[in-house]
Every structure is written in C-alpha cells, then in structure tokens.
C-alpha cells in the first residue's frame, strides 16, 4: 500500500524519490541485521517513512540527512522519540566517527540517491568505522552489477565484492516512490568481509591492471591489457600463461583471486627484467 509522502515535497533537481509503500518499507525493515549491541545507520532518512518504520521495529537508529529542510521536519515529526539520533551531512564524505557511537558496532540502511549510490557505497565500504553489512536500494542496473558473478564483472563489481559478499534481495517498482522514478530499484545487501580480498598495499596496482583491461571489457583478455596502458604487450601473454588464465576469455569473466594472481605474474616478470 502507498501514500503520499509525509512533508516537504521532492525536489528534482536533487533526484529525490521518496520511498512511501509500506509494504516495501516493511521488507527493507525485516532485512535490516543489526549487530548485538550496536546502532542502525540510516542514510538519506527524507521524510522519515523508512526511520519511522525502523524506530517502530524497536531499532536505535542514527539518521544521516543531507537537506536542512528536511532535518527540520523530521526534528519535528520525531520529537521525543529517544532511539532516535539526527545528522545533517552528506553520505558521500562525512566522517563516519563522527556521527556513530564510540565502540559501537553498527550496520547500515538506506534509499541511496541514484546519482550518489557508487561514491557513497565506496565510502562505507573503504571508512572507518567499518559497518557490519548494508542493506541498501539502489537503481536495479546498478544492484545487477554489484551482484554479478565472473562471466558478468564489471569494475565496480570488483570493487564492491573486494569489500563485501553482495546478495540480491528484491527489486522495487516505480510506483513505490513519490515521485515515481524513470527506473526501477532494487535492494541489496552487502556484508562486509574481515579483510578485503585485496591486500590495502596492493589496491593501486590490482586496480590499475583491473581499470586497464576493462577499458575494453568486450575485447579478449590479451588484447585488451595490450592495448592498456603501461603494459608491454610481448609481456601480456606470457603474464597469463603464468597465472593460468586462458588469454581468450574476456576481463568480465575473471574473479578477484585470478586478477591477482595476473597481478603476481606481472610483477614478477618485472622483477626478472
């Protein structure tokens, strides 16, 4: 069921889509997994359908809102409400230990803006404090790249599954926004892994190498690092031999411990120029 949002109207020019199905916010609320003793951090709380959702289900719930007009509204539409804790900032820079609890373990929810759900995944997944998982809606083009498995990669699906094990959980209509969207969405869920499957020493050359092949992405893999820049192309095959990847698949269809172990065989025949 839908209804119209409760206060401030979206505006456009900054792609607001307020989400108003309570049935949909309801799935988003049942999915959240707060961690034993921790805090939920939303992101983008708008109106407060979601935050008054997620208070409602008991939650302790610490609310990021990037428009002061909002901030407004929802001070006043949840005055009293203790669990409750409201930040004015933007999700794509603020200082995470700023804004959660000393100590606290956290996880984090939210109806990302469609034009800032990359740089703002980005910067949750590689901050401090590290959350425990998302569950996050973003446009369904995006979710599918962030979900794919090899065969489907792109760059940002390794970057994200380098942080977090991605699961698809449902999609969302246009229908259950306010205003409706031009596209669908859908919710994901991310959870964190210990340690990134990258070493953090080795993230600028695995994804120069990963950037570099993926600038041709249809290609085969040897003749798409070939015509990468920074790579000797008398260097690429003998680089794939030795990591035993097949020089006709193509960049999509590699998974993260083969784009190392290209990387080590690289770096190796570096090393005996």
């Known amino acids: 069921m839908s209804a119209r949002s409760r206060g401030p109207r979206a505006r456009k020019a900054l792609g607001q889509h307020f989400l108003v199905d309570t049935g949909v916010l309801a799935d988003i609320a049942a999915a959240v997994r707060v961690p034993e003793g921790g805090v939920l951090f939303e992101i983008g709380a708008g109106t407060g359908q979601l935050t008054g959702t997620l208070l409602d289900a008991g939650h302790e719930v610490v609310a990021l809102e990037v428009e002061p007009r909002l901030i407004g509204h929802l001070r006043q539409r949840f005055a009293g409400r203790k669990r409750l804790t409201l930040v004015e900032g933007d999700a794509r820079i603020f200082d995470l230990a700023e804004v959660i609890p000393a100590g606290r373990p956290f996880s984090v929810v939210g109806n990302l803006p469609y034009f800032a759900a990359n740089p703002i995944i980005r910067h949750l997944l590689e901050g401090w404090p590290r ?143």
């Not at 065969?151 to 991605?166: D, E, F, R, W």
């Not at 969302?172 to 892994?193: C, E, I, Y």
């Not at 950037?211 to 794939?240: C, E, W, Y």
Request: charged fraction near 20%; avoid cysteine.
């Open 131 to 273: 959350p425990t998982e998302l569950v996050v809606m973003v446009q369904r083009e995006v979710a599918r790249e962030i979900t794919a498995s090899p065969g489907k990669l792109s760059l940002l699906g390794i970057s994200v599954q380098n942080h977090a094990v991605p699961e698809p959980l449902f999609d969302v209509p246009p229908n259950a926004f306010d205003p409706p969207p031009a596209v669908h969405s859908s919710v994901v869920r991310l959870a964190l892994r210990g340690t990134p499957l990258v070493p953090p020493e080795r993230d600028e050359a695995f994804f120069a190498l990963v950037s570099g092949a993926f600038r041709n992405p249809r290609k085969q893999i040897h003749n798409a690092l070939s015509r990468a820049p920074g790579h000797v192309p008398d260097a690429v095959r003998p680089a794939l031999d030795a990591a035993g990847i097949d020089s006709h698949r193509r960049p999509e269809t590699l998974d993260i411990p083969e784009w190392l172990a290209l990387l080590d065989a690289f770096e190796a025949s570096a090393s005996h120029a």
